[in-house]
Nanobody, 124 residues
Framework: QVHLVESGGGLVQAGGSLRLSCAASGRTFSSYAMGWFRQAPGKEREFVARISWNGGSAYYADSVQGRFTISRDNAKNTVYLQMNSLKPEDAAVYYC?????????????????WGQGTQVTVSS
């Protein structure tokens, strides 16, 4: 079992920045690839970013490429999402997820464990 807890969400104006954190406990954190997804009201959960188990590779949705950066610190059992140049369309509940077995990086069904989410609101 892996327990994930997101934090760092809040209200920010367009063009501003936030850093989200996801703290993990349970099975060995370094064995999991980690992803970030988001879900806006009335919309389907959307892939945002993924990082490999050792931090050696990362993938991003086209909508956040160049603005968001995913990173991890296995010694702290924590994954981060640095969000810069935020836009109103970035507003959503952000979820972190753990993927133990290799699979699709963009599909939520490929992830084994999920956090409760943290709200990000962007004002214009």
């Amino acid at each position: 079992q892996v327990h994930l807890v997101e934090s760092g969400g809040g209200l920010v104006q367009a063009g501003g920045s936030l850093r989200l954190s996801c703290a993990a406990s349970g099975r060995t954190f370094s064995s999991y690839a980690m992803g970030w997804f988001r879900q806006a009201p009335g919309k389907e959960r959307e892939f945002v970013a993924r990082i490999s188990w050792n931090g050696g590779s990362a993938y991003y949705a086209d909508s956040v490429q160049g603005r968001f950066t995913i990173s991890r610190d296995n010694a702290k059992n924590t994954v981060y999402l640095q969000m810069n140049s935020l836009k109103p369309e970035d507003a959503a509940v952000y979820y972190c997820a753990a993927q133990y077995y290799s699979g699709s990086y963009y599909s939520s069904t490929s992830y084994d464990y999920w956090g409760q989410g943290t709200q990000v609101t962007v004002s214009s």
